[in-house]
């Protein structure tokens, strides 16, 4: 019986550097790892390490590389640029370049996991829309910097650091597209901006993180609440414009007319940035009936910055034809309604949509 026990021993530690050979074999020692940079504060420069000014999406791809040389013991690194703008010049027809890009690389078995730099700004928007168009496992993972390089601590090296040490991790496989700063994993679709100049301005408030890293060691907590990438209904691959969508927030004494002029300008959808579970007053709820029946779809969301809107609680969204955002804050409930507005102009399937994405 001791020879069986070795043989059962030998047999698992066989098992184990199999399992692990699987993951390197196909490229030596390393994991392939591939940065889309797309410019930001992160690839930002100003003339001095102390100065508030400064500019957004200088610098490529190759210099944020060298700036971290250690990612060379995590994986092996290449870097494509992608676009090199401050994210709130960030646009479709990017997300759309950036998307099928990912899904390309995805494909390719010597790639193992895609690190995307990015702006503060709008990330959260990019992220979510990546999170409903990209459909892979691998580990997709963007990150971002709220100082410029050239800054005194500037918080991009080790950010860059520590998302290819998740984008090269196995165990982050299959959790949606994250974003990784100040040592915390987050999901894309919980992730917001809190603080216009903070370095710890990153919250996912609602549900939290998906988990921490330190110095290239990960520790993840959950995997997604909601449908994500590869079990994602939707697909820009055959898409070159998203459909238009605004947004318009919402305070005491809105004037209505700005919802009708949404419609007349175009917009196929609309989201209102409302005052708690999504409110707004009785003239602006009148104003939404007319931008249904003129075959608007009108997504309810809050300007408060948790929780979630719920469906016919103060609103009567039957009533009205509305669609209620769940915990999509303004930004998001955008991106996911241009994604819908692909498929669909339908407020029941639209709000199935919200309930599960
Ligand atoms: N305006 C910058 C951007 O989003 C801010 C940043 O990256 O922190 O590109």
Same mark, same amino acid.
């Given at each position: 019986?001791? =020879?069986?026990?070795?043989?059962?021993?030998?047999?698992?530690?066989?098992?184990?550097?199999? !399992?692990?050979?699987?993951?390197?074999?196909?490229?030596?020692?390393?994991?392939?790892?591939?940065?889309?940079?797309?410019?930001?504060?992160?690839?930002?420069?100003?003339?001095?390490? !102390?100065?508030?000014?400064?500019?957004?999406?200088?610098?490529?791809?190759?210099?944020?590389?060298?700036?971290?040389?250690?990612?060379?013991?995590?994986?092996?690194?290449?870097?494509?640029?992608?676009?090199?703008? +401050?994210?709130?010049?960030?646009?479709?027809?990017?997300?759309?370049?950036?998307?099928?890009?990912?899904?390309?690389?995805?494909?390719?078995?010597?790639?193992?996991?895609?690190?995307?730099?990015?702006?503060?700004?709008?990330?959260?928007?990019?992220?979510?829309?990546?999170?409903?168009?990209?459909?892979?496992?691998?580990?997709?993972?963007?990150?971002?910097?709220?100082?410029?390089?050239?800054?005194?601590?500037?918080?991009?090296?080790?950010?860059?650091?520590?998302?290819?040490?998740?984008?090269?991790?196995?165990?982050?496989? +299959?959790?949606?597209?994250?974003?990784?700063?100040?040592?915390?994993?987050?999901?894309?679709?919980?992730?917001?901006?809190?603080?216009?100049?903070?370095?710890?301005?990153?919250?996912?408030?609602?549900?939290?993180?998906?988990?921490?890293?330190?110095?290239?060691?990960?520790?993840?907590?959950?995997?997604?609440?909601?449908?994500? !990438?590869?079990?994602?209904?939707?697909?820009?691959?055959?898409? %070159?414009?998203?459909?238009?969508?605004?947004?318009?927030?919402?305070?005491?004494?809105?004037?209505?007319?700005?919802?009708?002029?949404?419609?007349?300008?175009?917009?196929?959808?609309?989201?209102?940035?409302?005052? +708690?579970?999504?409110? =707004? !007053?009785?003239?602006?709820?009148?104003?939404?009936?007319?931008?249904?029946? #003129?075959?608007?779809?009108?997504?309810?969301?809050?300007?408060?910055?948790?929780?979630?809107?719920?469906?016919?609680?103060?609103?009567?969204? %039957?009533?009205? +034809?509305?669609?209620?955002?769940?915990?999509?804050?303004?930004?998001?409930?955008?991106?996911?309604? #241009? =994604?819908?507005?692909? #498929?669909?102009?339908?407020?029941?399937?639209?709000?199935?949509?919200? %309930?599960?994405?």
């Amino acid at each position: 019986s001791v =020879m069986k026990t070795r043989t059962g021993v030998l047999a698992m530690v066989l098992v184990m550097l199999a !399992t692990v050979g699987a993951w390197a074999d196909h490229h030596g020692e390393r994991p392939n790892v591939v940065i889309l940079a797309t410019g930001g504060t992160i690839a930002g420069s100003a003339e001095t390490q !102390t100065q508030a000014g400064y500019t957004s999406g200088q610098v490529g791809v190759d210099i944020l590389i060298d700036a971290v040389p250690q990612i060379k013991d995590l994986a092996d690194v290449t870097g494509e640029q992608i676009a090199n703008v +401050g994210s709130q010049d960030m646009s479709d027809a990017i997300w759309l370049e950036l998307a099928k890009r990912i899904n390309e690389l995805a494909a390719d078995p010597e790639v193992d996991g895609i690190v995307i730099t990015h702006g503060t700004d709008t990330i959260e928007e990019t992220g979510y829309f990546l999170n409903l168009a990209v459909n892979t496992d691998k580990p997709v993972v963007m990150t971002a910097a709220m100082r410029p390089s050239t800054a005194l601590s500037a918080d991009g090296p080790l950010n860059i650091f520590n998302a290819v040490a998740v984008a090269a991790d196995p165990e982050a496989q +299959g959790r949606g597209v994250m974003f990784v700063a100040n040592d915390d994993i987050h999901g894309a679709r919980g992730i917001t901006k809190t603080s216009t100049t903070h370095g710890q301005t990153f919250m996912s408030p609602d549900r939290g993180l998906i988990g921490v890293t330190l110095y290239g060691v990960n520790r993840f907590f959950r995997y997604p609440y909601t449908l994500h !990438t590869t079990e994602s209904e939707f697909s820009v691959e055959e898409v %070159d414009a998203l459909p238009r969508v605004a947004v318009l927030y919402i305070t005491a004494d809105v004037s209505p007319d700005l919802i009708d002029s949404a419609g007349a300008n175009g917009a196929k959808g609309l989201v209102t940035a409302g005052v +708690g579970n999504g409110n =707004m !007053t009785g003239p602006a709820l009148e104003a939404v009936k007319r931008a249904v029946a #003129k075959g608007v779809v009108v997504v309810r969301s809050s300007r408060v910055p948790s929780g979630s809107v719920g469906r016919n609680v103060e609103v009567d969204d %039957d009533e009205v +034809g509305s669609v209620a955002s769940g915990e999509l804050n303004p930004a998001k409930a955008r991106v996911l309604l #241009k =994604m819908a507005l692909l #498929k669909t102009k339908d407020p029941a399937t639209i709000q199935d949509y919200f %309930d599960r994405y």
